[in-house]
């Protein structure tokens, strides 16, 4: 059974940082992308990272690019998304997915496999 938990979220204030985690496991992670998506209360939800699953290459929204950074440890079959330079518009659910590709997924039904979010909060 497949299992992908994200953690790390939290309320912080403008200008802070947070490390969001995901840990997946009953599947080959090498063999999957990776990605973050979030979702603000009454929008829909938005691609925000992704890393391949064998050579690092990554793609970011343009709205965190700079600010963000995802990363992967395959050996512990995690992820982690660091968060810099938080804005309040950064507020919303953060969803780690994973895609059975080669490839750098950036829309929502291109993946598998969905965790159940972690809450980010940004206070102005």
């Known amino acids: 059974q497949v299992q992908v938990v994200e953690s790390g979220g939290a309320l912080v204030q403008a200008g802070g940082s947070l490390r969001l985690s995901c840990a997946a496991s009953g599947l080959t992670f090498s063999w999957y992308a990776v990605g973050w998506f979030r979702q603000a209360p009454g929008k829909e939800r938005e691609f925000v990272a992704a890393?391949?699953?064998?050579?690092?290459?990554?793609d970011y929204a343009d709205s965190v690019e700079g600010r963000f950074t995802i990363t992967r440890d395959n050996a512990k079959n995690t992820v982690h998304l660091q968060m810099n330079s938080l804005k309040p518009e950064d507020t919303g659910v953060y969803y780690c997915?994973?895609?059975?590709?080669?490839?750098?997924?950036?829309?929502?039904?291109?993946?598998?496999?969905w965790g159940q979010g972690t809450q980010v909060t940004v206070s102005s």
């Open positions: 997915a994973l895609d059975h590709t080669v490839g750098i997924p950036t829309t929502a039904p291109d993946y598998n496999y």
């Open positions: 890393i391949s699953r064998s050579d690092g290459n990554t």
